[in-house]
């Protein structure tokens, strides 16, 4: 079934070509080659990156949600997202000196230094007590973070817009080079994390329980963390800020397939890379010429989805 | 010996709750751990299975130190049944039980045909094998904590911890569990269990180490350990000691 929402999404993408003919008509001359180009050069490249995101997101998800016995844990909760912002802000805006860096690259290190000081602040390494503490920080250090971005923002007007379109994320500018960059990464991120579901479950024990049963806790938390910075360092830098899928698509996720992170990490995967396909392609037809960013969109649907969970049962 | 400690100070907090203590623990015996609440049994129990690292000292299997054995070898000699377990959310009963295999199985996870037997024969001895399709989170107190114990018998391990097994079960439980525990030794297990009940540790139980305030007080055979003295010094309890009339066992009664 989900192969099957999987394959639609191709077919999907294409139907929304079909408004295309029109444009195809405008340009009359060499039509055929005109259509493929736009599939080719344009729409392939975006739905493989829009899948390839919605499975980084939704796996980071699952890791940081499993690390810290933390519901709520999503990269975008515990400040990841804005950190990474930050990062490229400051590597759009103070070009010269840290513009040596890829916007990758200030993702990971932005998104990675912010949710450090979460999980500090918050005392995420100590699993299952004061799990609010951990939520407040990531709320605390996102809004700090949002504030430096904003600053920097009107402090550097002419650059403003860039870094204004990734925090709205969106997969307008996807093309090869984004996918050729962005692929090998996911996959490392993606089979880390597949080789880490394992361990996972028996994190969810307690950590008493986990270590008794032979897991080295720090070095689980280590992979773990950087497989996070890993997966939404480079999803953040190929379309910027996305939220709600790694929030989201765990809980989905577990909703249908049960608790065992080794079948539900993959169901994960696939339905957090159909959720960001789907969403993009409703970002082109919602106002049919214009774009709605994607991440928009994902508000859009994944709010009403978290409201029915919250009330169904206590998350 | 294989399970010792050499000057073990172990607490929270840079507070140290174990003070220098130095214990054998004799292999092939049910060994209890006495003592007040706070005298430091449970930490010095959780200590031994490496849930607490040292202060000052080590612990030590077979001659080596004990955070110097990988964790996963390590999770094949010694499991612990701690005191209060999570309640985990939407694990069946017999997945539970299977992670207590984790230290053998592959990368993955996959239990094979023998881990499979295992788990049954652990289910079976607990008296959980009918909650196998019930999710924990849905049992009792005195159930969730067999199924625990069922896990932890699921290790496999010469060395078994227990923290007060016996909490939150029914008397037959109880009974029924140090039964258990009495079967597993005769298998060959060690078994070092922190209990409450002095009766119990003393009708089921070979050796009895008796705590308080982070030192060991008094150890040995449950006829030369419990005394009246034993009992006013360690627990201000006036009590008399009597012959248990079915086991022969000391058994202490309130003054």
């Known amino acids: 079934m989900l192969l099957i929402s999987w394959l639609s999404l191709f077919t999907w993408s294409s139907i929304t070509i079909s408004p295309l003919d029109a444009l195809q008509a405008l340009y009359q001359f060499d039509q055929d080659s005109i259509a493929q180009h736009i599939v080719r050069d344009l729409r392939l490249p975006r739905v493989l990156v829009a899948l390839l995101v919605g499975a980084c997101l ?3 998800g699952v890791i940081m949600q499993g690390l810290t016995l933390n519901p709520l844990a999503s990269p975008s909760v515990l400040g990841v997202n804005a950190g990474a912002a930050l990062g490229m802000a400051l590597v759009s805006t103070i070009t010269p000196w840290f513009g040596l860096l890829g916007t990758t690259m200030a993702a990971m290190i932005g998104g990675g230094l912010a949710w450090s000081l979460v999980m500090l602040l918050g005392s995420g390494w100590r699993t299952g007590n004061e799990q609010g503490r951990l939520v407040l920080a990531g709320v605390a250090i996102s809004a700090l973070c949002a504030a430096l971005t904003k600053a920097l923002v009107i402090i550097e007007e002419d650059q403003a817009s860039a870094v204004i379109t990734w925090l709205a994320g969106s997969l307008t500018d996807a093309r090869w080079q984004t996918f050729d960059a962005f692929w090998p990464v996911a996959v490392v991120g993606l089979l880390g994390a597949s080789l880490l579901s394992p361990s996972l479950n028996l994190l969810q024990l307690g950590d008493d329980n986990a ?3 032979g897991v080295s806790i720090g070095f689980v938390k280590l992979i773990g963390s950087f497989l996070v910075l890993l997966l939404v360092g480079a999803s953040l830098g190929a379309v910027g800020s996305i939220s709600f899928v790694g929030l989201l698509v765990p809980h989905m996720a577990k909703l249908l397939i049960g608790q065992d992170h080794r079948r539900f990490l993959p169901i994960a995967i696939l339905l957090g890379a159909s959720l960001v396909a ?3 392609t409703l970002s082109r037809a919602i106002i049919f010429p214009m774009e709605t960013p994607a991440g928009a969109i994902l508000a859009l649907i994944g709010a009403p989805f978290f409201i029915y969970m919250v009330r169904k049962k206590t998350l | 010996m294989s399970l010792s400690t050499q000057q073990l100070s172990v607490g929270y907090h840079q507070k140290a709750i174990v003070k220098h203590i130095d214990l054998n623990l004799p292999e092939g015996k049910i060994i209890a751990l006495l003592g ?4 430091g049994k449970s930490t010095l129990l959780k200590a031994l299975a490496r849930l607490l690292t040292p202060m000052q ?10 955070h110097k054995i990988p964790s996963k070898q390590l999770a094949r000699q010694i499991a612990l049944l701690p005191q209060t377990q999570p309640i985990p959310e939407g694990i069946k009963v017999k997945d539970l039980v ?4 984790s230290p053998y199985t592959g990368f993955w996870g996959r239990t094979n045909q023998a881990d499979q037997e295992i788990i049954h024969q652990v289910m079976q001895e607990t008296g959980i094998s009918e909650l196998a399709e019930q999710l ?3 049992l009792s107190g005195g159930q969730r904590q067999r199924v625990w114990l069922a896990m932890t018998l699921a290790q496999d391990t010469p060395y078994l911890l227990l923290d007060e097994p016996t909490t939150y079960m029914d008397l037959n439980h109880q009974v029924e569990l140090m039964h258990l525990l009495r079967r597993l030794n005769q298998q060959g ?3 070092i269990t922190v209990l409450h009940d002095i009766n119990q540790a003393a009708r089921y139980c070979d050796h009895l180490i008796v705590m308080k305030e982070g030192h060991i007080i008094q150890q040995g055979l449950p006829t030369d350990v419990l005394t009246r003295e034993l009992l006013k010094s360690v627990f201000s309890l006036e009590a008399q000691i009597h012959q248990d009339p079915i086991a022969k066992t000391p058994m202490c009664v309130v003054e």
């Open chain 1, 58 to 60: 939704a796996a980071a």
């Open chain 1, 211 to 213: 270590r008794n049963l």
């Open chain 1, 278 to 280: 789907l969403a993009d």
């Open chain 2, 36 to 39: 007040p609440n706070g005298c």
């Open chain 2, 57 to 66: 000292g080590e612990v030590q299997w077979q001659g080596k130190a004990l």
């Open chain 2, 98 to 101: 299977a992670y207590g295999r």
């Open chain 2, 136 to 138: 924990v989170s849905e």
């Open chain 2, 189 to 191: 297990k060690t078994i």
